[in-house]
């Protein structure tokens, strides 16, 4: 018996061994702030195919394709870390097959950048990105008490040229059980973004819900002259009616970027692109 006990001992012992001397650990480093930025990258073109291989002078940062008005990498809107100064960016764009199509580009840029975070807005394929600097703490808030979002808006929106400006917009929103629109940011110009935006929840009875989600909530976009932004309604016609987006939902003590996109349309909405495309920053 003490045999035994010593044997099962030793296995014992060298299982333990083993744990310890197997343990997996992944190689951590720590960036250094005052020499690197932490970047966000956009793509806010009114037109294009999709696209992938994402460089920062000329090293490869990421080769996850994502779509029109997406961010890099399409998982997730993550910071990648470029040093300060003078950084070229460069970022492959395939083909667009189907009308209007857009023949395949690599579009190449630089960017200066300084202490902090930012996100690049990639919007024209010959000009250099806009940076927009990011809060270096999102809003919070308690996740059981409290029933309010954070909302900011940044405009990328052109006129049916895609190279025009359209102007100020003003973001509206209407709840679920509401005919009253809601001022969510108001007259954001071409290139810029609007303050945190502290927007209350409700349910579909009007009450704080505990659930934390408002869903059907509808957005609508509005000019400089407070005029609700109209485009056309088919292929077929050269109607015009206001434009308005549905089925969006908000979730209590989450931050959401919204940035708008596209360009209005020329004669029907075969060639209008209008996005209003989100994101939670992390």
């Known amino acids: 018996m003490k045999k035994i006990n010593i ?14 001397t197997n343990e997996i650990t992944y190689p951590v480093s720590t960036v250094d702030l005052t020499k690197y930025s932490e970047v966000r990258v956009l793509n806010a073109i009114p037109v294009t195919g999709t696209s992938d291989t994402l460089l920062f002078n000329n090293a490869n940062y990421s080769s996850v394709s994502t779509a029109l008005g997406g961010y890099y990498p399409l998982s997730t809107p993550k910071y990648f870390i470029v040093p300060f100064g003078n950084d070229s960016i460069s970022l492959r764009f395939v083909a667009k097959t189907t009308t209007p199509t857009v023949a395949a580009f690599t579009y190449k840029g630089s960017m200066t ?7 690049a807005y990639i919007y024209n394929a010959a000009k250099n990105p806009i940076l927009l600097q990011d809060s270096d703490q999102v809003p919070s808030t308690d996740a059981w008490k409290d029933t309010v979002c954070f909302v900011r808006v940044a405009n990328f929106f052109f006129k049916a040229d895609g190279v025009t400006p359209f102007g100020k917009l003003t973001l509206k929103v209407q709840k679920n059980n509401s005919t009253v629109w809601e001022t969510v940011a108001s007259n954001v110009d071409f290139g810029t973004q609007s303050f945190y935006y502290h927007y209350t929840l409700k349910n579909t009875a009007g009450v704080k819900p505990w659930s934390g989600t408002e ?68």
């Open 215 to 282: 869903s059907n909530i509808t957005f609508a976009i509005f000019d400089s002259n407070g005029v609700q932004y109209q485009q056309f309604t088919s292929a077929t016609t050269s109607v015009k009616g206001a434009y308005s987006l549905t089925l969006q939902s908000f979730s209590k003590g989450r931050a959401y970027v919204i940035y708008i996109i596209g360009k209005e349309g020329t004669t029907n909405n075969k060639d209008q692109f209008l996005n209003l495309k989100q994101y939670i920053p992390l």
């Open 7 to 20: 044997i099962l001992f030793a296995i014992l012992g060298l299982a333990f061994v083993s744990c310890q």
């Open 113 to 119: 950048l300084t202490k902090g975070k930012w996100s």
